[in-house]
């Protein structure tokens, strides 16, 4: 059944209807420029092979532009929308008002862009879009900045925007009140665009360039959320994947310490082109534990992130666990990371070392000023709190880890410690990342596969690689 609304909100919903009815149907050429400058980023946001709902979708200009597999929309005028079909005969679209939405679909991505302001009740909004989401949606709101509103006004007062009917304000904190009261949690709140136009083409440049370094001067900003509804589904199969070389002195102990988790748990190691006898070990161990569900893999490329892809790909778990092999982070802490999967409060779950003190060697001094750096380096870059991007214990669904596959071709095959390709396709899906603390232990057995000097400088190109293809884009 549609939602009822009260009697001075239909008044306020009947008086946007009617303005918009009246309006032309055909926007003007810096209104079709700012769409074009939308859809860039919204394309950045939104996977091709989604299905795509715009509430508020006017006369279809944006739909029209987003690559998705299906693209329906929605708006209060029937004139709109009439517009609309002919505009974007790819999309499908409905005369309907927000507050009463009803389709009887979900959508894996809800898009709201700049028409939030002219709600009648922005909570009664926010609530309703449960209806059309399921535990992944994410929805997508884009709304105009306060400082820009006298920008706005003059161009009104030039002829080169349309006049609008009577509207809210929304600021930031303001959305995410408001979010948070309808259900929907913010992921990431990013400002973008500093010219809405192209300007002889100085516009692109500028929006780049600089609008990631001034995004308080932005016109507008894009808030992706997702439902706080609980995506828990009961017990999972786990598939812990060890890359291991030069280990041979932790192999028994990774076995022996590590908790049986879910509805079960097998473990993966996969061998790296060790010096020592770990490849001889790891046969051992599997051989006198059969009571452990254990594979052996000989890697066959070169590298953790090849170890971890290889480890990846013969495991049936539902879960995916990485467990580095030198055991600083003890086996014992995983169930952590399952508990904060399974109960929908994380969807990439990330070890961070650097919270709990540490054992005295567990860490040098200098390469913990890199983690700290490094971490704060990425939060800018990726949008969401991380604090140590270097930790090896990294946790996400199958799905999930099937999805960054798909979607791998926008990075490329760029990382040879595996931990970046995981984390930069999370934030590139959307997903909430979680840090979960852990107790940094120091090695019992062997030296570490980390060169500080030659590993740093590659970090640093992640840092940079990372920047153009998720900030400054």
Known sequence: MPRAISEINAEHLERVRAWYDEAAARPYPASLAYRTILAHYYGLLISPDSSVLEVGCGSGELLGRLRARRKVGIDLSKRQIEAAR????????????????????????IVVSDTLNFAADVQQVLEGLHSVSHPGTRLIINYPSALWRPVFALARGLGLKATEPPSSWLSTPDLLGLMALAGWEALVVQPRILVPMRALGIGPFVNRWLA????????TAFCVARTVRARETGPLTVSVVIPARNEAGNIEAAVLRTPDMGAGTELIF??????????EEIERVAREHPERRIKTLRQGGQGKGDAVREGF????GDLFIILDADLTVPPEEMPKFYAAIV????????????VYPMEKDAMRFLNMCANKTFGILFTWILGQPLKDTLCGTKV??????????ANRAYFG?????????????????NMKIVDVPVRYRDRTYGSTNIHRWRHGWLLLRMVLFAARKLKFV
């Not at 990631?212 to 016109?219: G, H, I, Q, S, T």
């Not at 996969?270 to 490849?279: A, R």
């Not at 095959?413 to 899906?429: H, I, K, N, Q, S």
Request: glycine letters at 8%; a negative charge.
């Open 343 to 354: 109960s929908g409060r994380a969807e990439f779950a990330n070890g961070s070392r650097l």
């Open 413 to 429: 095959d760029f990382d040879p410690f595996g931990d970046f390709d995981l984390l930069f396709g999370a934030a590139r899906l």
């Open 86 to 109: 002919g505009h974007a005969p790819d999309c499908e679209f409905h005369v309907q008002a927000a507050e009463t939405l009803e389709l009887g679909e979900r959508f894996d991505v």
């Open 396 to 405: 996400l669904r199958r799905a999930d880890y099937e999805r960054i596959v």
């Open 212 to 219: 990631p370094v001034l995004p308080w001067f932005c016109a």
């Open 313 to 316: 790909a013969a495991a049936e």
């Open 270 to 279: 996969v061998e790296g082109h060790s010096k020592d006898n770990t490849w």
